[in-house]
């Protein structure tokens, strides 16, 4: 792995771009190639249900050669989101080492969560999907909804919920520390 001396001002938002949209495909070939200024590309696990990440797997390892190559490019992904294809493999028992608590059943469609083994499976996911042994920076994606959810259905506790999400936090954090030493995670 080399480091990347300086990122772009600007990067590639991932969101709603997907595999299979040749408009996205061409964006994404456009903004990695050596005649932009571009290094930086964010994706997430949830970003068109995974797709987002396949399609930026595609292009990295495409054969190219006036595209930037992985090890010129920062990409950061985030997990936390329990969606579609996750809702599926969570409904079919796949995340059953994940206590119940920690899961946030903020709406019938949108569950969330930060427990170190999702954290785990989506950046496994991840990887396989961009097909890349590492990303450069992983982010948890909207670690709020814990709380959002606790202060929904009770405002009288809010320190305590704050307290409780912090603690979740660095529960992700010491096993993304993990990761880092393994080498699949940069930062």
Not at 105 to 114: A, K, L
Request: aromatic share 8%.
């Amino acid at each position: 792995m080399m480091t990347i001396e300086k990122l772009s001002r600007i990067g590639i938002g991932m969101y709603r771009m997907c595999l299979g949209n040749k408009l996205n495909e061409n964006a994404l070939f456009k903004a990695l190639s050596r005649e932009t200024d571009i290094n930086v590309i964010d994706t997430s696990t949830n970003y068109c249900d995974g797709e987002s990440e396949s399609l930026v797997g595609k292009v990295l390892t495409s054969s190219n050669d006036k595209l930037l190559s992985r090890s010129e490019i920062c990409l950061a992904t985030k997990y936390g989101y329990i969606q579609g294809n996750n809702m599926t493999l969570y409904r079919n028992g796949s995340f059953k080492n994940i206590p119940d608590e920690h899961i946030v059943r903020y709406s019938p469609n949108c569950f969330h969560c930060i427990h170190p083994e999702f954290m785990r499976d989506q950046l496994t996911r991840s990887l396989h999907r961009m097909q890349t042994s590492y990303v450069d920076i992983l982010f948890i994606h909207n670690p709020e909804y814990f709380l959002m959810d606790k202060i929904k259905s009770s405002n009288e506790n809010v320190k305590g919920y704050q307290n409780q999400m912090l603690d979740r936090i660095s529960q992700s954090f010491e096993a993304m520390e993990e990761e880092i030493h393994k080498g699949q995670i940069l930062s």
